[in-house]
């Protein structure tokens, strides 16, 4: 079964810092990828997302990922981190097999704290 | 920009009763989704919407439940009987292609706790 890993639960930067979160995922064939953010007490914002084509993706608020077949990985990666970053953040994988509405799976979710 | 819009932000009732989530999707979507998070655990998925039926559901998503688009705008899910285990963020989600290569966007979920 298709399955996503975030192995970090909770990571703590310094504002200034550079960051990369990571996100496994198990899928034979190239899979559609996906970095959401949550903020406290907010819905699930897209930051960016991997269909094909090139392999390192930007997004909003200065973040990129950068997908990997070989390693199973897609990580997401900011050069300097902000205050407002502090949030959680979630990989997600399309669910694909035959009759897929395109569903979701998730990771668990890593935790950004970020020290002034 | 569009948004997916969620009412109420937070419902609290009582074990037993009924309770509809509501969602507006974006307009000139045709693919509809609800997810929920338990406390402490991962987003998952509950079920899918198009063309006025159930697309695909997992198996969460039981008897006493029920999602349905009473009109051109909205998005609702039912919940026959909560117990106490319905307590989660709901989130409803749409795109405007399935399949998976159009993002879905999400509202700010319901917060539904169940006394």
């Known amino acids: 079964a298709q399955s996503v890993t975030q192995p970090d639960i909770h990571i703590t930067v310094s504002e200034g810092a550079s960051l990369e979160l990571r996100c496994n995922y198990s899928y034979g064939a190239t899979p559609y990828l996906f970095w959401y953010v949550q903020s406290p007490g907010q819905g699930l914002q897209l930051l960016l997302k991997?269909?094909?084509?090139?392999?390192l993706v930007q997004g909003i608020k200065g973040f990129e990922a950068e997908f990997k077949r070989s390693q199973s990985s897609f990580n997401l990666r900011k050069p300097s981190v902000h205050w407002s970053d502090a949030a959680e953040y979630f990989c997600?994988?399309?669910?694909?097999?035959?009759?897929?509405?395109?569903?979701?799976?998730f990771g668990k979710g890593t935790k950004l704290s970020v020290k002034p | 920009e569009p948004e997916v819009t969620q009412t109420p932000s937070h419902q609290v009732t009582q074990m037993g009763q009924e309770v509809i989530l509501r969602c507006v999707p974006i307009?000139?979507?045709?693919?509809f989704y609800w997810y929920r998070q338990i406390l402490g655990q991962k987003v998952e998925f509950l079920v899918s919407?198009?063309?006025?039926?159930?697309?695909?559901k997992s198996e969460i998503f039981d008897d006493q439940f029920s999602v349905e688009r009473p009109d051109g705008s909205n998005f609702t899910l039912k919940i026959r009987s909560t117990k106490l285990e319905d307590s989660a963020m709901y989130f409803c989600?749409?795109?405007?292609?399935?399949?998976?290569?159009?993002?879905?966007?999400f509202g700010d979920g319901t917060r539904l706790s169940i006394l």
């Open positions: 307009s000139n979507h045709l693919y």
């Open positions: 989600a749409s795109s405007d292609r399935g399949l998976g290569n159009q993002p879905q966007h």
């Open positions: 991997y269909f094909s084509g090139d392999t």
């Open positions: 919407f198009y063309n006025n039926e159930i697309s695909e």
């Open positions: 997600a994988v399309v669910r694909n097999y035959g009759g897929s509405q395109g569903n979701l799976i």
